[in-house]
């Protein structure tokens, strides 16, 4: 349990870490420590302007870093029983060190599109991981089985959900290919693109196809909702009922942020305007963490209809041949 409760802790500190970071871009902070992985050759700068922000994301992430690594030697000293744990808390170490160089990368090749963009997919995907890490570490619940399924249901609620899971993660890479391309300012006016449809630029297309993308990703969550929403809450599962009926509000909100960012930060760089930025990438991680709990979740639950119609099957068969 506490080892649990340890990587629960571990997730929430990488999610803070996302939001951390989502203020160092908007507030033209990136290249506020030209050097690396020092700030201008000290681990402890004055902390004021843009260091604040480029330097707190830095401390962030040598905490997520230290907590990764606390939990991979926890696991391999707890969880004997399961190699496989132990081969993957390692893995989440790997993968936060390589982020950390990446984002040292970043850095000292002043800021590529390229290198910020993958930067923050692996940062979303590394969250993702990390969620389920944490899953599979809840006591008494074992791997998910990620498998087909053969059982009562199918998996096409899963299979809708872990699609919707794919297309925000997407939807937040081309957000930040948005940004690192400094396609957000090309569009100032809401729906369109400075009256265009289609603008003819390349960061107003870059701009526009994140909008539309996003409209689409609306329309998809609300009919999977609509779609399963009888056959998920009759699974008995609160953490799946739960994730299920928080998306569309989750996803109304992330929506509403995406329309403020146009008409605050995207027109005037203000405090509340990065407020909005950072919340509106915080809501997209919140959503995509839903999703992946609830992908998580709804493949536990298909397994155990799978193993009890199986027992049944065993036991009705037990029962007719014990029949003179």
């Known amino acids: 349990m506490k080892l649990h409760r340890f990587s629960q802790f571990t997730v929430f500190s990488v999610f803070l870490l996302l939001i ?27 902390m004021k302007g843009g260091i604040l922000f480029e330097h707190s994301h830095r401390v962030v992430a ?14 391999t000293a707890a969880r004997h029983d399961d190699p496989l744990l132990a081969k993957l808390g390692w893995t989440a170490v790997f993968l936060v060190v390589f982020q950390g160089v990446l984002g040292g990368v970043t850095v000292l090749m ?3 599109w390229w290198v910020s963009t993958t930067h923050l997919a692996i940062a979303m995907a590394f969250f993702c991981y990390m969620i389920y890490l944490s899953y599979r570490l809840r006591p008494g619940r074992g791997a998910p089985t990620l498998g ?29 290919l948005m940004r690192h391309t400094q396609s957000g300012r090309a569009c100032l006016d809401f729906p369109w693109c400075n009256g265009e449809i289609w603008p003819g630029v390349p960061g107003g297309r870059i701009h526009m196809l994140h909008r539309y993308s996003g409209y689409a990703i609306f329309v998809l969550l609300l009919v999977v909702v609509f779609k399963y929403r009888k056959t998920i809450s009759g699974l008995k599962r609160p953490g799946a009922n739960f994730a299920f009926k928080a998306v569309p509000v989750v996803l109304t909100l992330q929506v509403a942020l995406g329309v403020l960012t146009v008409f605050t930060y995207l027109r005037s760089v203000d405090a509340m305007g990065v407020s909005i930025v950072a919340a509106h990438l915080a809501v997209g991680a919140g959503l995509l963490a839903l999703l992946a709990y609830l992908y998580l ?3 536990r639950q298909l397994e155990h209809i799978r193993i009890g119609q ?11 041949n014990s029949i003179p």
């Open 20 to 46: 951390v970071g989502a203020t160092v871009n908007p507030t033209g902070s990136s290249l506020a420590c030209p050097d690396w992985p020092t700030c201008y050759g000290s681990f402890f700068p004055e």
């Open 62 to 75: 040598t905490l997520v870093g230290f907590l990764t690594i606390v939990q991979a030697i926890w696991i």
């Open 110 to 112: 002043g800021l590529s």
């Open 148 to 176: 087909p399924y053969t059982g009562r249901l199918d998996g096409p609620e899963r299979l809708a959900v872990g699609m919707c899971a794919l297309a925000v993660y997407l939807q937040i890479i081309l957000g930040g």
């Open 297 to 299: 979740d709804l493949g």
């Open 310 to 320: 199986e027992v049944e099957a065993v036991v009705t068969a037990a029962e007719t």
